[in-house]
C-alpha cells in the first residue's frame, strides 16, 4: 500500500515534530527534500493487533488506513491565522492525493494480505455500488444470510480451549477475505457487524427491528387533550354548524355539518387555544388539532364559498340552527328532509329519462335515414335540455391585457340544446348588434328562446314523434306563458305528437348542457379570439359535442312568438308552482300539469281561439334586429379597438357609419349581461 505524502513548510514541521509520539499513537519520519524551504512528512500508521487465545476474533479486526487531518493538527498548534494562510497552499496539493486515496480503498482492504488483489477491481466495485442501492433491511438480510453460511462449526478454539464466541470466515467468490475487506466489499462498519453478529447468535436468521418500536413516545398525546379537542369542536359545531338531515350521495357515515365558508382551521384554532388558557389544559399545535379533527370528527366540514345551494336548502340550515327546542329542530329537520327527497326523485327522473333516450336511439333503424318532414321518424323518447350559457366577450387573449376588464368589450350570448340521447349540444352564437333589441337587449327573453328551439327541432332535430324537455326554473326564459304556448302551438301545428316539459328545482339545476358549456369555456380562455368566425372555431373544437350555430344565418330568424300566440292562447294560472307539463295530439288546446312527481296530472285548456284559426294564422312574423346604437359603436371604436390587432379591427369594431362625440362615446353605459 502506497504512503500518502503532504507538503508543508518549514513552521508546520517545526509544529508537528513536537507531537508526542505516544499522543498520536503513529510513527513520525521527517525526511528533507532537495529543496531547503519544502520538507515531506510521511506519516503511516502503525498496524494494531492483540493477540488472544480465548477469541480468535482478533484476526479479522484489520483496521482500514484512514487519512489524518493535517490542517486540523496545524490549527490546534499554530493558531487559526497560520491554519488559514497554508489553507490554500495545502488544499491544491492535497486534492490529487485524496483523489488517489479515495480510488485505493475501494480495492484495497488494508490487510498486510491484500486479500482484495486476487479480485477484479470492476466486480468489487459493481458490488459495492449493488449493496449501497439496497435498503436497510434488505441489506441487514444479506449480510446476516452470509454471517450464518460462515460460521465455524467447532466449539472449541485452535488451543484446545472452550470457544466463547461464534468465529466467521468471511469468504468472496470461494475465496477467503479479512474482516475489513467483507466490511469494504459490503459496506458495513465494525460496529454495525458487531451487532448483527449479536442479534444472529441471540435471534436466529430474523430481520431486527428498532428498539423504538411498539413504545409509547415521551410526547405522545393523552386521552385528556384528544378529548379537549373533540369537545371543543363538539361545542363550536353546534354553535356555528349547519347540520344535514342525510349524508352525501354514495357516501356512508353520519350526516355532514358545514361551518361557515368564512371560517377556517387557522381561526378555529386560534379560538381553542384561547378557550384553553386558564383551564390549565395542554393546547396542542395546529397540525396536531387538524389530525384530531380529521381522525375523530370528519362528518365537521367547512363549507366552500361555490357550494351551490338553493334558497329553499339555506331557508331550512337557518332554521334548524335557529331552532331552540327538539321538537323545532325535529320538525325543520323533517322538512328539509322531504324538500333533499324531492330534488333527488327529479334527478332521478332526469337521468332515467336520458337513459331511456340512449336506449332507444340504440334501437332506432332508421337513424341514418335523411328524414325532412317532422314528427316522420318512430321515436318517442328523444330528451333534450336547453340553457343559456354565462356570456363571452371579444376581443378575448390568453394573456389578458389589464385595462379590458375596467372596460366593456364586445358581448356574445351563448344558448345551448343538447341533445342528450347523441351526445351533441348546438350552441348558438348571438353578438350583440344581433339580438332583438338594440345594444343586446332582449337576448334572454321568449322570443329569442322560442326562435331558437324552432331552428333546433327544424335542423338539428331527430324529427321525432314525441320527446322530453328539461329546463331551469327561469320565468324570463323559460317558465312563461309564451314558451307553455310555442310548445302547445308545435303539437296542434303537427310537428310533434307528444311533448313532455319538466322544469328542474331551482338552486339543482345542474345537467349535461352545463357540462358542454364547461368545455367550452375551458378552450376559449386558452385561446386568442377576435372575430365570431374564431369563436366558431373555438366552440367546434372545445369537445366533440359542441357544435356552433351563428345567428344570423341557416334559416334562423327572430319571430314575434309573445305576440302571436297571446292571440290564441291565455296563461297557465299558478304556473311557478308547476313542475311538469305534457302537451299531446290527443288533447290538443290541453295541458296536463302536476306540482311534483307523486301528484296526478290535471288538464287545464289554454286555447281560446279555435284550432282551424290558429292553424290558419301560420308563423308569426319576423323580427328585424336594430343592431348597435350610434354611442355603442364610437365606444367600440375608441375603446376597444386599439386592444384588437390591427387585421381584426375593422371587423370587431369597425369606424361608426355616424360620428358621435368622443365625450358621449367614452360615457356610453356598458351593456348589462
Known sequence: MSIPTFTVDASLREALTELDREFLGIEVEIAESSDDSDRELSLELSELSSSSDEDSDDREDHFLAESLDVDAVAASYLGEESAQAAEPAQAAEAAPVEAAAAEEITV???????????FDAEDVRLLQLNIAEMEKGEKELVILGLLESSKYSTDTTTHGKKRKKQWHRYTYQGEEVCAGGFRLLYNIGSKQLKNLKKHLEENGLVPRTHGNVGRKPKHALSYDTVSAVVRFLKTYTERFGIPQPAPTRGRAGA??????????????????????????????????????????????????PRTDVCSRCEDFRRRIQEARTEPEKSAACDAFKQHLDATQAERDYYRQATLKARAELDACTTLQQQLSQPCSRDLHHPHYTFDFAQNVALPQSARQEGPLYFKAPRKVQIFGVNNEAVPQQVNYLIDESDTIGQDGKSSHGPNAVASMLHHFFSFYGLQEKGCLLHCDNCAGQNKNRTIVAYFCWRVIMGLHDRIELSFMLTGHTRCLVDGCFGLLKQKFRRSDCYTMGQLVAVVNESASCNKAQLIPGSGLEWRAWDTFLAQHFKPVKGIRKIQHMVFDTAKPGIVSVKASLDDTYSDVEVLTSSKDALVAAGMPPVLQAPGLSEQRQQYLYNQIRPHVPEQFQDELCPKPAVHVSASAATSASPVEE
Open 108 to 118: 484495497n482492504c488494508g490487510c498486510s494480505k491484500k486479500c482484495l488483489d486476487k
Open 255 to 304: 350526516p355532514p355539518t358545514y361551518l361557515p365558508a368564512s371560517s377556517t382551521v387557522t381561526s378555529i384554532h386560534k379560538c381553542y387555544v384561547t378557550s384553553l388558557e386558564e383551564s390549565g389544559i395542554r393546547a396542542v399545535g395546529y397540525h396536531t388539532f387538524r389530525s384530531v379533527w380529521l381522525d375523530c370528527l370528519p362528518n365537521i366540514q367547512i363549507m366552500t
